[in-house]
């Protein structure tokens, strides 16, 4: 079945470490994005990526990097530069401007 | 800037049926979804609009002015399965210039009660 993998399902980090997130899709979409999800907010776009070896920063980038280096693949770093980084992080795909996006299972990263 | 509002919680009563409405203001505008999020699971896509007028998809409908920047998600005959977060989120102009990212807004928790 197709569909977009993210893990670990949960994460804990220690202060000043860096932390990657998976996240892989095996439905040939084009274009990948990273949203943060906190309490009481709306989804917030770190990053985002149309096509391979390119990536755009989004609202909120400050503390993450990212790579495109395979279309199935969009890894999220969390550097020690992020200062609040416990929240929900969720990786989405899309084939097209004129579709939605599809969702992976998410990764909720939590500073211990 | 750009601001999607929705209501924070609402409450309603199994077989009833409920709406729930959203405004925006985005620099651009390419379509409107929904997306239904329970707790810590991810969204799942609900409907799209990007003309005026109602979409109708089984309990769920969903309807968008554009001039008004409005929609509102329907949802009849409500089920206790339905008690989740509704996520409006507007697909706007990417920094490029594009439209390429969805705005998101803060959800509306909805609870189902027997």
């Known amino acids: 079945d197709g569909g977009i993998t993210q893990s670990p399902k949960y994460l804990f980090r220690k202060e000043g470490q860096n932390v990657t997130l998976s996240c892989e899709q095996n439905?040939?979409?084009?274009?990948m994005y990273w949203y943060r999800q906190d309490p009481g907010q709306g989804l917030r776009l770190i990053y985002y990526?149309?096509?391979?070896?390119?990536?755009q920063k989004g609202d909120i980038a400050e503390g993450y990097s990212v790579s495109r280096e395979k279309k199935e693949s969009f890894p999220l770093t969390v550097t020690s530069a992020q200062k609040n980084p416990t929240a929900f992080y969720l990786c989405?795909?899309?084939?097209?401007?004129?579709?939605?996006?599809?969702f992976g299972s998410g990764t909720r990263l939590t500073v211990v | 800037g750009q601001n999607i509002d929705q209501p924070t919680e609402m409450t309603a009563t199994e077989g009833a049926i409920v709406q729930i409405n959203c405004t925006y203001q985005?620099?651009?505008?390419?379509?409107l979804f929904w997306y239904q999020q329970h707790a810590g699971e991810a969204p799942t896509f609900l409907s799209y609009?990007?003309?005026?007028g109602l979409e109708e998809k089984g309990r769920f409908s969903s309807f968008l002015s554009r001039s008004k920047g409005y929609s509102y998600l329907l949802l009849k005959e409500l089920q206790m399965k339905d008690s989740a977060s509704y996520l409006c989120?507007?697909?706007?102009?990417?920094?490029?210039?594009?439209?390429?990212?969805?705005?998101f807004g803060a959800g509306t928790r909805l609870a189902v009660h027997p």
């Open positions: 989405a795909s899309t084939p097209g401007l004129d579709y939605g996006y599809t």
């Open positions: 439905l040939n979409h084009d274009a």
């Open positions: 990526s149309q096509i391979v070896n390119d990536f």
């Open positions: 985005t620099s651009g505008f390419n379509g």
């Open positions: 609009n990007v003309l005026d």
């Open positions: 989120a507007v697909r706007g102009k990417g920094t490029s210039g594009g439209y390429n990212k969805l705005i």
